[in-house]
């Protein structure tokens, strides 16, 4: 899978371009980036290390362990090796001259006594958040990265297919994750999912069967409820599966760095008629507010439209939640991390644009009965919008 997948030095370049012209148009004078995903971003490694961008100038990259695959990882030119992150500020000052006055960090994630340390370093420097700088950037993905996701979807595309086969009564819903999830690691799912907030978990899957699926809050936290612990509850439980029940798949799959999302309903032998038509109302939603995607729209019309489609189906009151435990979102940016900007959420105001990668997954939560969904990744075109996500939006009868 790749031992000799590295990032494009044209990549990395016009990705620094991007944000240094969000720099040059806000007050910083250059960005300390630390956070393993936004430092693979920017210089193409997730090695022990620490990344500067000056608003303008070439970027430079300080590694503390290992530089040899640093130098083989990144394209980056000036690669400085480090005994301590104490010597980074006279690095700085040595090859640029002077030090920032007004210097940038991913306030979103690093831990506050992370910062003070941080701020030590530069005790004289204005240190501010430019994490928004940084996911405005990462919201436009570029062809090569479209293609990288697309292999991702090839594979949970396959391990949907092979679920099929997988499936039968009797198994608990952990051993059938646990099966299903061997196979997409074989053909280079990476396994852990990235995710940026610190109360969110990636788990890769999660399997609700029948009852299970009927959990208030379910939208929010994904749990399964029978043979869980409640210091864990998500992923999957210990309910067997069972004929003629309706069964939510919901798989993360991460390839190269960059994920995919997907959902499906199964069913062993058949599915109950309102778990059907609940089921097929899930996808007619998801048809209609893929039709009404381009770029132009925000996302809280898209949220909106989302809402009038569940009504007009008569799902009103099942869909985001039973009544007092909605949802307010019915996706979100995917990419490098599962979760990115922007959030298709209501009242939001983001308007998409072209290169922008949405989760898209409207779900109804029947409360102690079932729960019945879809969820896609798709492409903001020049036009309007297309499925990277390469499972057919079918409901899987086994």
Avoid at 299 to 308: C, R
Avoid at 357 to 384: I, Q, Y
Wanted: hydrophobic share 40%; aromatic share 10%; charged share 25%.
């Amino acid at each position: 899978m790749g031992d000799d997948f590295t990032i494009p030095l044209s990549e990395i370049q016009d990705r620094t371009k991007r944000v240094q012209t969000q720099l040059q148009e806000s007050p910083m004078d250059g960005l300390f980036i630390v956070q393993r995903v936004d430092l693979f971003y920017f210089s193409g490694t997730a090695q022990n290390g620490f990344l500067y961008i000056p608003a303008d100038g070439k970027p430079l990259l300080f590694i503390k362990k290992y530089l040899p695959r640093a130098r083989k990882e990144s394209p980056i030119e000036n690669i400085i090796q480090i005994s301590t992150v104490r010597e980074i500020p006279g690095l700085i000052r040595d090859f640029y001259g002077r030090l920032p006055r007004v210097l940038g960090f991913e306030l979103d994630v690093i831990p506050v006594n992370d910062f003070n340390f941080y701020r030590t370093l530069f005790p004289k420097q204005e240190c501010v958040d430019g994490s928004p700088l940084i996911l405005r950037v990462r919201m436009i993905k570029s062809p090569w990265e479209i293609e990288i996701m697309e292999e991702a979807a090839e594979v949970s595309w396959k391990t949907f297919e092979h679920m099929k086969t997988l499936i039968r009564p009797g198994l608990t819903e952990m051993e059938f994750s646990g099966l299903f999830e061997a196979f997409a690691r074989k053909l280079g799912h990476g396994g852990q999912l990235r995710v940026r907030h610190h109360l969110t978990e990636g788990y890769p899957w999660h399997v609700l069967s029948g009852t299970n699926g009927g959990m208030v809050g379910l939208l929010d936290s994904p749990a399964s409820g029978q043979g869980t612990s409640p210091a864990f509850p998500c992923g999957a439980g210990w309910k067997e599966l069972q004929r003629d029940e309706p069964i939510m798949v919901d798989l993360g799959v991460m390839v190269k760095g960059y994920h995919i999302d997907e959902t499906r309903m199964f069913a062993i032998g058949s599915m109950p008629a309102e778990a059907l038509r609940a089921s097929e109302a899930a996808i007619s939603i998801h048809n209609g507010v893929l039709e009404r995607a381009r770029p132009g729209v925000t996302v809280g019309e898209l949220f909106q439209h989302s809402l009038t489609l569940a009504e007009r189906l008569g799902y009103g009151e099942p869909y985001l939640g039973p009544p007092g435990y909605k949802v307010t979102f019915i996706g979100h940016g995917i990419g490098l991390e599962l979760v990115e900007p922007p959030i298709m959420a209501k009242n939001k105001d983001d308007l998409l644009q072209p290169g922008m990668t949405f989760s898209l997954e409207p779900k109804m939560v029947f409360e102690d009965e079932f729960s019945a969904g879809v969820e896609s990744v798709f492409l903001v075109t020049e036009s309007g919008a297309r499925l990277i996500s390469k499972v057919p939006l079918e409901i899987f009868l086994c």
